[in-house]
């Protein structure tokens, strides 16, 4: 069952109307901040490489050091990819956006100033749409916008001291902010792993979390059903969806006891700790006055044009809720199935050969969305990487259609395959001997058999107990070595027994 639930609005956020699950009573308000590292070769405002790990300061242009005299020139890539997230959301593209400049002090910035846009984002708008289990869930974004990242504090290797590296200054961020749609940390992760899956998915980042191209500051805060909106504090930088996940629980509890033990949350900047799974506060939080935000006269507002805008969305790629939608159309899967094999575009375009390869669509997605997704869950794998090749689950697929093989036998022939043990379907039945039994006269003196030997069961049978039929079924089964085939042996025994 699928349900499409509408996200809270602002009106029902105020009426305090609780629309996700309590914890200890209370409702949990959860809205992101992610940034996305732009996938491009070289800085926002300048031509130094963005490359990940070089030597400290050799990726550090005139521009991103803030030497007198240098101005900044927007990157064109970096533009296109904020106009496919927008476009891939549903957001709207300002013709017209601006960059400001976003003022504090740190070591790391030796501009004095971040430049980022505020007023004006370039995206405005839009939403993403996942599923939570088998509910459909959609939270509201309120904008993206372009800004550069600052360099980095080296602690490490300096001892009371710290170094600085400004190769990451200047590397091109897209800050996607959502609405406080989310009710649970649960939601908060399948969100964040869908956003996850659509930036890589459009090409516009390459995700890589340790590196830090993809992180997320979750806002959380909570409140007793019916009041007004918690205060909230913002958990920064989380790098890892298990981090994410224990860094939001942790947040909820500790939120909730110190006002249980009377105590007010106060609005803080937290960050959190892996070694101890708890949060501890950095910062308390600025607000935007004290940046003194003020548009960049080095900059002109960003334009971008109709015609821009429809040339990118020539090239966009199919997205994974397009191509699920499809599967249902064409293949008649369930919405759920649909979605978990666009998880990704490899996983899709396994799904996609096995089908050109011949393969019933709604058997191979069974097994792709359950056997072999355990599997390359429990190896830590990629699909990419699985052993069996498309191909081969076409052939295995297509011997329980045509009931040369059961669905038991058929596991035993996918592990030969998956371990290597032979690569030929039919080959692996063969020497397996794994070939249903086809002929109806020697099961049907296996039958008699086990009825001459089970009186028990066929009268506790009669007498109404469905788990006695089974039990002879169970026999059956045995007793063929698997290779009957059960719809057979069901149908057999009913018509043995009189049923
Ligand atoms: P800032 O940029 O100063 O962090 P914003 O108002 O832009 O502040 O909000 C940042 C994020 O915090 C947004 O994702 C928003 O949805 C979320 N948010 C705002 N209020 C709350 C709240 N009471 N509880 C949880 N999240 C909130
Ligand atoms: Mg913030």
């Not at 969806?241 to 033990?261: G, P, S």
Request: net charge negative; with cysteine.
């Amino acid at each position: 069952m699928t349900t499409q639930q509408a996200p809270a609005t602002t009106e029902e956020l105020q009426a305090g109307r609780p629309t996700g699950p309590l914890v200890q009573g209370y409702e949990v308000i959860i809205g992101f901040e992610t940034h996305a590292q732009l996938s491009t070769a070289s800085k926002i405002f300048s031509r130094a490489s963005t490359a990940f790990g070089a030597e400290p300061n050799t990726q550090a242009c005139a521009v991103d050091l803030a030497l007198p005299g240098t101005l900044p020139v927007m990157n064109k890539g970096a533009v296109e990819r904020a106009i496919k997230l927008g476009l891939a959301l549903g957001s709207t593209i300002a013709p017209r956006s601006v960059f400001a400049r976003k003022n504090y002090f740190y070591p790391d910035l030796p501009k004095g100033y971040q430049i980022s846009q505020f007023e004006i984002p370039v995206v405005q708008g839009g939403s993403v749409s996942f599923f939570l289990g088998d509910e459909q869930k959609t939270v509201r974004l309120v904008r993206a916008h372009l800004e550069e990242d600052a360099g980095k504090s080296l602690h490490e290797d300096f001892v009371g001291q710290s170094g600085i590296d400004l190769n990451r200054a200047g590397t091109p961020l897209l800050e996607i902010v959502t609405e406080p749609d989310m009710r649970s940390t649960a939601e908060a992760v399948a969100y964040a792993r869908e956003l996850h899956k659509i930036v890589t998915w459009i090409g516009i980042c390459d995700g890589n979390m340790q590196e830090g191209s993809f992180r997320c500051d979750a806002n959380v805060s909570v409140r007793r059903p019916g009041g007004k909106l918690g205060t909230r504090r913002e958990i920064k930088n989380l790098n890892s969806f298990k981090f994410m996940q224990q860094a939001i629980d942790y947040e909820i509890r500790w939120q909730i006891e110190e006002l249980e033990d009377g105590r007010a949350v106060q609005q803080a900047t937290v960050l959190f700790d892996p070694d101890t799974g708890e949060t501890r506060a950095m910062r308390t939080k600025e607000d935007a006055a004290d940046y003194r935000y003020f548009p960049d006269p080095d900059l002109p507002p960003l334009a971008i044009g109709a015609d821009w805008i429809e040339r990118v969305r020539a090239g966009m790629p199919e997205l994974p809720r397009a191509m699920a939608e499809r599967y249902v159309r064409e293949h008649g899967l369930s919405a759920y199935d649909a979605a978990q094999l666009t998880h990704s575009p490899a996983l899709a375009g396994y799904f996609q050969a096995a089908v050109a390869a011949g393969a019933n669509a709604k058997l191979a997605s069974n097994w792709i969305t359950g056997e072999i997704a355990r599997r390359l869950n429990q190896q830590d794998i990629a699909i990419t990487a699985a052993p069996v090749a498309a191909a081969q689950l076409a052939g295995l697929v297509g011997r329980i259609g045509d009931g040369t093989i059961s669905n038991a036998a058929a596991r035993q022939v996918f592990e030969a395959l998956w371990s290597g043990e032979g690569s030929e379907v039919d080959a692996l039945i063969e020497a397996k001997g794994l070939k249903q039994m086809s002929d109806s006269g020697a099961l049907e003196q296996i039958i008699d058999q086990v009825l001459a030997t089970n009186e028990k069961n066929i009268a506790e049978y009669r007498a109404g107990k469905d788990k006695a039929f089974n039990a002879l079924v169970g026999q059956v089964m045995k007793a063929s070595q698997g290779k009957a085939n059960p719809a057979q042996v069901n149908a057999l025994l009913k018509s043995k027994l009189g049923g």
